[in-house]
């Protein structure tokens, strides 16, 4: 079964350097949530989207920014990174099936900033 | 505010023993209670939830959850322990309002051969 498809699986960038993360969820899905887990903890919610509008926001950076296309990929964007940032970032996607609705994760992006 | 503690960081387990990792919960409301389990480098993979129904869920490679009411909790559990179980564990609750997810700190399991 096609899962949810996170592009790169890696990235290094410096301090102040801009970062795009990509998020391909599975077909027919129409929510994506993007989620950040640091060194040794729990994901942490950052940004969702249902049908191509925010849906909800977390404890996302201002420095951070997302989007929905109309073919239901999302892209994180991510400016003036800081080393704080260096991160496994988490997409999952859903379809918005009421209270059965189950998230379902991809692989992640492993960002480093050096 | 939702949210489910992990009471353990790890647990230890021999190869054919059973298991459980411990999660309690906290909600306002109907609880949505999920078990996720992370590899090495690898994402987070559904394993089972509770939506409403029969406490006993029944779920991936053979792993189940108990939701009890009463003592808010929704252990994770499996009758024989395999090698390739050790991974880390994620229980999880859905916000009521925005579907998010509020996750515990998580339980890493390691299973002895």
């Known amino acids: 079964a096609a899962g949810v498809i996170q592009s790169p699986r890696h990235l290094i960038k410096e301090k102040r350097e801009t970062a795009t993360l990509k998020c391909y969820p599975i077909?027919?899905?129409?929510?994506v949530y993007w989620y950040q887990q640091g060194p040794g903890q729990d994901p942490q919610f950052l940004i969702s989207?249902?049908?191509?509008?925010?849906?909800d926001k977390g404890s996302i950076p201002d420095r951070f920014s997302a989007q929905q296309f109309s073919d239901y990929h999302s892209e994180l964007n991510m400016s003036s990174l800081e080393l704080g940032d260096s991160a496994l970032y988490f997409c999952?996607?859903?379809?918005?099936?009421?209270?059965?609705?189950?998230?379902?994760f991809g692989p992640g992006t492993r960002l480093l900033v050096l | 505010a939702q949210s489910v503690a992990q009471p353990e960081d790890q647990v230890n387990v021999a190869e054919g023993n059973p298991l459980t990792v411990k999660c309690t919960y906290s909600v306002s409301g109907n609880p949505y209670l999920f078990w996720y389990v992370q590899y090495p480098n690898r994402g987070l993979q559904f394993l089972l939830k509770y939506i409403t129904g029969d406490n006993l869920v029944k779920g991936s490679y053979g792993f189940e959850a108990e939701f009890n009411k009463s003592q808010t909790s929704f252990h994770l559990k499996k009758p024989s322990a395999l090698v390739s179980d050790s991974a880390l564990y994620f229980c999880a609750v859905r916000d009521s309002g925005t579907y998010k997810y509020i996750f515990g700190t998580g339980t890493r399991l390691k299973v002895l051969a």
């Open positions: 077909p027919r899905h129409d929510t």
């Open positions: 999952a996607s859903s379809r918005l099936a009421g209270e059965q609705e189950t998230q379902y």
């Open positions: 989207f249902y049908e191509k509008m925010q849906s």
